[in-house]
């Protein structure tokens, strides 16, 4: 049996009979009227300091995610993740290309993100290509930063040669 939960707006925990609404149905109807059919997950609420969370009494947040999401802590901690450091926006815009390929994004900073989503088709790289990529992308950006550190201290070197 599906278990779905929901809070109201005054943050009252409801839980929804499933064996009164059959989502088949609902999803087949949607699909009749030419509708894709979809859940929203809230990453947020899922979390261990999550009021759902304590209000299910679960004393893991793995049991709650097993029991409840029918999936992994780790699996939640990714869409934690995504929904934490990516905009609503950027995930709205790139949502057909799936979560791992988000969460690789999640990890990055602004500006590698940023110039992976220029030089990169989100839609069309693999998983393992993106991670090449932004495999790539951190070792230009080591070896600039090690040009930087050598032209600093020959920098240092020189100034310290022309004082003596």
């Not at 990055?108 to 693999?126: F, G």
């Not at 090449?132 to 951190?138: E, P, S, Y």
Request: net charge negative; with cysteine; charged share 35%.
């Amino acid at each position: 049996m599906l278990v779905v939960y929901f809070l109201d707006n005054n943050g009252t925990l409801h839980v929804v009979n499933t064996e009164k609404i059959d989502l088949a149905k609902v999803i087949n109807y949607t699909h009749k009227k030419g509708l894709k059919f979809g859940l929203w997950f809230e990453p947020e609420m899922v979390n261990p300091d999550s009021k759902l969370y304590k209000e299910l009494g679960y004393s893991e947040f793995n049991d709650y995610c097993t029991s409840e999401l029918d999936t992994t802590d780790r699996t939640a901690y990714k869409y934690i993740s995504i929904a934490e450091n990516l905009s609503e926006d950027l995930v709205k815009s790139t949502s057909l290309i799936g979560t791992e390929k988000l969460y690789l994004l999640a990890k990055l900073d602004e500006p590698q993100r940023e110039e992976i989503q220029q030089t990169t088709n989100l839609e069309d790289v693999s998983v393992r290509e993106l991670k090449a990529k932004i495999d790539d992308l951190k070792k230009a950006n080591d070896r600039l930063l090690e040009k930087v550190d050598e032209s600093e201290k020959k920098a240092a070197q020189s100034r310290k040669s022309e004082e003596a």
